[in-house]
Structure formats: C-alpha cells, structure tokens
C-alpha cells in the first residue's frame, strides 16, 4: 500500500487563506499543529495539539480558547479551556482503545466575533472495520439486477453543444435510457477534437449529493484535452439545461431531510430508489464500451462524495471498469450508528425512523463497504480527517476492505473538498494505470 500525505505548515499560510477549511475573507485564522507530523498514532498512544489564533495575522494574547473533545461525529466527552499565551497554547486529547478519530473542537470570542475551528487525529486508522456485514446474497442480488439490465435494448439520444465545445474538444448532450420503465438519465458526453476510433479511454463521472444541474460541465475539460472520452451525468432524469428555480423548487418539493429521495423506499431492497441510480452506472458503461472511439480496454470510474460512492459501486458492480478514483465517499457504513459510531453520509442516525429491521438491511444492500469488497482493479482514494459531511472513520473503513492495488492520498486539514491540484492529480494517477 502507498500512503501520501498532504500536510500544511505555517509556512503556507498565503495558501491556508484561500482554503475552504477558513471562512473566506476572514479576519481569524486558526493553526492546530498534532505532536505527530502525520497526525496518525497508535491506539493507547496520548496526543496533544498546539493551537494558534491569529486576528489579522496578529497573534491572539490572553484569549481563552474552549475546547470539547469526542470521537469522530459523535457527542462531546470531555470539556475545558487554555489561555493564549503568546498566542498559542496546548491542549492534551488523550487516546483511544479502539481504533478511530478523535476529534478537537475550539471555541474563542474576540470583540464579540465567535470563530470555530476543530482538529481531528487518528488512532491505528489502518485496523478500523466496517460494522456493515455484507448479506450472503449480495452478489446474487445485484446479478439478477443487472441481467434484467441487459435484457432492455442500449437507447440514447445525442445532441451536440456549442457552448461546450472549443477548439480541442467536442460536446453532446446525451439522455440516455437507464430501464424498461424508460425511466432515463441526462449528461455531458466529451470527445477529443477529431477523436478516431479505437483510441480513447473512457472516464465515467457520477455526480455529488442533491438534485441539481450538471454545474460547471467543463471544470474537467482536460481529460478530453488529453485524449479521454468522459461522461458527466446526473441521476434523477432532469434536463440540465432547466433552469436553476425549478431545481430548487424539485430539490425543496422533494429532497428534504424526511423525504429525500436517499431515504425513498428504503424499507424495500427492490423498490428502493438508489436501485435505479446504481444500476443507471451499469448502464452509462454500456453506452462508452459501445461508442466506437472507445480504445476497447479502460474504463474508469471517477467522482466525489455521492459521486466518490457512485464510482466505487460502479466498480464493485461491472468488471468492465479497469480503475476507480474516489474522493470523500458517501454511503459509506451508513448503519455504523448502531455500533456509537461516526456513520456516513446521509447520517441515518439523524433521521427520525431510518432506525428499523427493514431498513437496516436495505442499508447493507446499498452500502459502498460492500461494494468495495467486490473491488479488485486499481483504486485511489482521498479524504481528509477534518470532515464532517463523510467522516474519515468511514473512508478509511472503505479503504481498509478493497481487495485490489490501492493507494491513499490522505489529506489531513481537508474538511469536504478537494484541490484542483489534487483533481489534476487523479488524471495522471489515471493514465499510469491505463491497460496498453
């Protein structure tokens, strides 16, 4: 296994500015340095931080800092506060028995202007197991599935878009039908310029969480640019091109906490809703493997969040896909609530009456632990330890159980996003891993 580690120094601070983790434009800063470098250790090991405050670059003196402290999403277990002195001071987090993050939450008020920050360490992450089991026939339930998927003919129309095409690639808009029930999706299909056939590998790119457009289709132009076929798409049948209003009127109308469409039927494994998307992703695969400028060999899958799921079920399901990327997975270990542990994405645990014997077990069905334990191609996988929408106890449980070559980028400052330098960086990880 290869680990990387992105850490970021005081050194960096003109960079620490314009990350997500800081409020934009803020006049605080916050600096919180773990005694170990790589902000890992070993379960039984105590670990401390040093915090620093920073108001317009000045370090903040006599400011009392408030701290609490608990695992990974779960409620705090331990409270007090440290005064700044010369701006910086040293909280002690203690350990953990069990494998697992332990998060640090500060608190100060300067002036009357609160600013939040929070820490995360892991302890032996490298030993966390999935609480999901997986269901003696999973395989045979997704087989079926997908052999009814076959049974219904390829259709898709195709429609070329200027305002997506330049010089170096070409674009169409594709709505492509997913069932019998000739229920469809709709995405952003991209070409090189001139693409001959035979020579392209194709890149199928799953959307995040929500129901909304297909934002900023060309933010990944240059895999075209550099010879890959890619599938931008979305999964819940809605023209992109509506406008934004009624994705907002849809998205309040039908995807709220107690009516979402994650939680649509999710008492039934048949008629739960994410059984369409996530056949829809078998699907997409029939639509590159037949496009004649595919190369006949590399199909890769590629997202983050609900998309980073998407991907690594796609590969768990279609031995067609050669290689997966996956940033910040969601519908990781969703039933991990059960154990008093941090669950992923869309956090069950919040909502009233997810908490029953039929859903639980449509959760196993539908979970990305599972999917990743059928995985055997090449995976790359990032996440960041300060994030609360997919906690790292759930990525690093995904990560644990992939079967096949695996590599980390783990970036530890990183609440829910990544760098373009890390996006770019998935493309030529991407093309080190293309069959020849």
């Not at 001139?194 to 194709?202: E, M, Y």
């Not at 690594?312 to 050669?322: K, N, Y």
Request: hydrophobic content about 35%; overall charge neutral; aromatic content about 10%.
């Amino acid at each position: 296994m290869k680990k990387f580690l992105c850490l970021l120094f005081a050194a960096c601070l003109p960079l620490w500015l314009s990350a997500e983790n800081y409020p934009y434009r803020s006049d605080m800063l916050w600096i919180a340095q773990p005694d170990h470098a790589d902000w890992l250790y070993s379960t039984g090991e105590k670990a401390s931080i040093e915090i620093r405050l920073y108001r317009y670059g000045i370090p903040q003196d006599g400011v009392t800092v408030h701290y609490e402290l608990g695992n990974d999403l779960m409620p705090a277990d331990k409270s007090g506060s440290v005064v700044l002195r010369n701006g910086k001071a040293t909280i002690r987090i203690g350990t953990m028995q069990q494998p697992g993050f332990r998060d640090c939450r500060l608190t100060a008020t300067i002036d009357g202007q609160t600013t939040r920050h929070h820490v995360k360490v892991g302890f032996s992450p490298e030993r966390i197991e999935p609480y999901t089991a997986l269901p003696a026939d999973f395989v045979g339930f997704w087989a079926d599935n997908k052999a009814q998927l076959a049974e219904v003919p390829l259709q898709y129309t195709k429609e070329r878009v200027e305002k997506y095409s330049t010089d170096k690639i070409d674009c169409y808009l594709v709505k492509l039908q997913i069932n019998k029930q000739r229920q469809a999706i709709y995405g952003y299909l991209f070409y090189p310029k001139q693409a001959r056939p035979g020579s392209c590998p194709a890149v199928l790119c799953p959307p995040g969480a929500g129901i909304k457009t297909i934002k900023d289709p060309l933010r990944h132009k240059y895999y075209a640019e550099e010879g890959f076929i890619r599938f931008e798409f979305e999964i819940h049948g809605l023209h992109p091109e509506l406008p934004e209003e009624t994705f907002r009127e849809i998205s309040a109308a039908f995807n709220g906490r107690e009516n979402g469409y994650l939680t649509n039927n999710l008492d039934n494994r048949d008629n739960y809703y994410m059984k369409r998307v996530y056949l829809a992703c078998v699907r997409v695969v029939d639509l590159l493997t037949s496009l004649p400028e595919w190369d006949g060999k590399n199909v890769i899958a590629q997202g983050g969040s609900q998309g980073g799921a998407l991907a690594l079920v796609a590969a768990g399901l279609d031995r067609r896909i050669t290689a997966c990327v996956a940033n910040h997975p969601a519908l990781s270990d969703m039933a991990r609530f059960k154990a008093a542990s941090a669950d992923g994405y869309p956090h069950f645990s919040r909502i009233p009456g997810m908490d029953t014997p039929d859903k639980l077990q449509t959760m196993a069905y539908y979970d990305v632990v599972n999917f990743a334990r059928q995985i055997e191609v090449p995976t790359r996988l990032t996440w960041g330890y300060n994030d609360n929408t997919c906690p790292p106890t759930t990525s690093q449980a995904v990560y644990n159980v992939l079967r096949g070559p695996k590599e980390a980028l783990v970036t530890p400052i990183n609440e829910h996003w990544t760098s373009e330098a890390t996006e770019r960086g998935h493309l030529e990880w991407i093309k080190k891993h293309l069959i020849k």
